[in-house]
């Protein structure tokens, strides 16, 4: 973990003390933002100033008068583009639904974040429609990953703002979604911990879909602890205890097929470095057949998959008359839902079934599956300006994350990395529901690799 900014755990003790005051976090976040020698204009779509240190004057006089919502009131967070906040635009990161009317009201994750006190800091920026894993946005700029600013690499996408917001300090955690990795790879690509929770977990209502069946909303952080404390107020649970005592007995796995393949060298050496350290503190880590990855992947993505046929249901009524306005990356990969008849959606449904059946007896025996987040650093911008290029490196860069999507289950990347280095991350997912014990579990990770 990076430990140039001080994670909310540390944060709420330090203003139940009373040695920071939510208007100076508010105030710091936003000098960041509007720095010019920084990523603010390209990280963030809007930020409302004056709102937000209204908002974090009340928290502070809530505190004062012992009346705060919760420990972490008056703690300044970002939010993604994609969800609706009362009286703002919800833009999606898009051109199209910029002149939209504001909306009427919060989204429940945003109502959950007020309930608890947080200071929203601002709107920040994303893929188009969240349809991509490297993070671009050619309408609003392209925050840059936090590694090798001068070479120039994408943040990750869809949530790159979101990842951005986090890594330079602009904000103390951030909420994004996730349908095939976009709260992890933004994650692994600057060095912050992403997470993806069983989606049904957190309400949708309110954020503009990408894929109904694989949409989820997470958050990202500095920490496992900072990304339990945010998931357990989106989900409305008590955060789970991440006391564990070390990773002795704990039974990992490693899938053979799909997720090994095409990995970078920093990539592999630190997943390996990961296991090696893993298993020296008395973890058991084995690496077995998973024929599901290899055997039913292209079927799940045939056409595009579920994304391409659920994101053209949306967008149809823009297309015939809007298209040009689009990111035409992001357009291409909708229209692959026209290509999909009523009967390919009922059996990539039907598929999509069977393969999380399959998985869940599959990881029964194991507390939780072990695979590099992506098997690629992050790209420079130089290396994604031909379509073919980028098709590729977004593809991998989505790959081991969508699985955990498409199995149902959950995950959590924890940054591998030495300190100086390219990004890495490791994932460690879990079948649906596992959520609070994947978190204790990651906590005990995090502990025995930092």
């Known amino acids: ?54 908002v974090a004057d009340a928290q502070d006089r809530l505190r004062k008068a012992g009346a705060a919502p919760s420990c972490y009131a008056g703690i300044p967070i970002s939010v993604k583009d994609l969800f609706d ?38 709107r920040t920026n994303m893929s188009e429609f969240a349809y991509s894993g490297l993070g671009i946005n050619p309408h609003y700029g392209t925050p840059l990953s936090v590694w090798d ?27 994004g979604t996730d349908t095939g990795g976009s709260c ?27 894929s109904s069946s694989l949409d ?34 704990l039974n990992f796995v490693v899938p053979d097929r799909v997720v090994l393949e095409d990995l970078a060298p920093p990539v592999a050496a630190a997943f390996e ?53 689009y990111d035409q990356r992001v357009l291409a990969r909708i229209l692959r839902g026209a290509e999909q008849s009523a009967g390919d959606y009922i059996r ?33 911008l130089a290396d994604v300006v031909r379509d073919e290029d980028f098709n590729r490196l977004n593809l991998l860069s989505l790959r081991n994350n969508a699985l955990v999507n498409l199995m149902d289950g959950c995950g959590l990347s924890l940054p591998i990395h030495r300190r100086g280095e390219a990004p890495v991350g490791l994932l460690l997912a879990a079948s649906p529901w596992q959520d609070q014990r994947l978190m204790t579990i990651g906590a005990a990770v995090e502990n025995a690799l930092c």
């Open 149 to 175: 600013r001068e070479g120039g690499r994408v943040p990750g996408g869809s949530s790159s703002g979101a990842a951005v917001s986090v890594a330079d300090g602009m904000a103390y955690g951030a909420i």
């Open 184 to 210: 992890r790879i933004p994650a692994v690509f600057n060095g912050l911990v992403g997470y993806k929770p069983t989606a049904r977990r957190v309400p949708l209502q309110g954020a503009v879909p990408l």
């Open 216 to 249: 989820s909303i997470g958050p990202l952080a500095r920490s496992v602890s900072c990304c339990a404390i945010i998931d357990s107020i989106l989900a409305q649970t008590d955060p789970p205890r991440l006391e564990r005592e070390g990773v002795a007995g």
């Open 85 to 122: 906040v009362a009286g703002e635009v919800t833009s999606a990161g898009s051109e199209i639904l910029r002149d939209s009317p504001p909306a009427a009201n919060d989204a429940p994750a945003i109502v959950r974040l007020r309930q608890a006190g947080f200071v929203l800091i601002g």
């Open 348 to 380: 990539l449904l039907s598929t999509r079934a069977s393969f999380i059946a399959k998985m869940q007896r599959r990881m029964a025996a194991f507390d939780a599956l072990l695979l590099p987040t992506s098997p690629i650093v992050a790209p420079l």
């Open 1 to 54: 973990m990076d430990t140039d900014f001080p994670t909310l755990e540390q944060l709420s003790i330090a203003l139940a003390a009373g040695r920071v005051t939510s208007r100076q976090l508010t105030e710091d976040c936003l000098a960041r933002i509007a720095d010019p020698a920084g990523q603010g204009r390209h990280t963030f779509i809007s930020v409302d100033r004056d709102k937000s240190l209204v």
């Open 273 to 325: 470095a990961a296991l090696s350290r893993l298993s020296a503190a008395g973890a058991r880590v084995q690496t077995i057949a998973v024929p599901e990855f290899a055997n039913e992947l292209a079927a799940l993505a045939h056409k595009g998959g579920l994304s391409a046929a659920e994101a053209f249901a949306w967008h149809e009524r823009f297309l015939t008359t809007r298209s040009s306005a």
